[in-house]
């Protein structure tokens, strides 16, 4: 079922057109996805923003990766005098990391990227 003719905010229309549904069936969520807003639809949840938004929420979740997952375990003083000669390049990995698409990074149900008018949806679980 479509959005029905109603004044509703433009992400809210985009997801309920995007899912099928009646935009009274979605509900905000109080917590965000680095930056995006979140929907619910039962228990599914939807990340949705416009381009630059998912540009900048798929950098913090890059970001987030490194701070939390590599950069621990990045013990140098375990390689002793090898150490100095082995460096984490930031930026190579960032760069190699997108190379799999905002959605690998930013849908952690599917890993997909959809658009919907001009907006984009990630199924967060």
């Known amino acids: ?13 985009a997801l309920a057109n995007y899912l099928e549904c009646d935009a009274a069936d979605l509900t905000l969520e109080r917590h965000d996805h680095y930056g995006l807003a979140v929907y619910s639809i039962g228990s599914a949840e939807y990340a949705i923003g416009d381009d630059a938004e998912a540009d900048l929420a ?3 979740s890059l970001d987030s990766y490194i701070s939390d997952c590599i950069e621990p375990e990045l013990d140098f003083d375990k390689l002793g005098s090898l150490g100095n000669y082995v460096k984490f390049d930031r930026e190579m990995w960032l760069r190699d990391a997108k190379m799999d698409g905002r959605g690998h990074s930013l849908s952690s149900y599917d890993g997909n990227e959809n658009e919907q008018d001009g907006l984009y949806i990630y199924r967060i679980n």
């Open 1 to 13: 079922m479509k959005t029905k003719n109603i004044a509703v905010e433009p992400k809210l229309a």
């Open 58 to 60: 798929w950098d913090a």
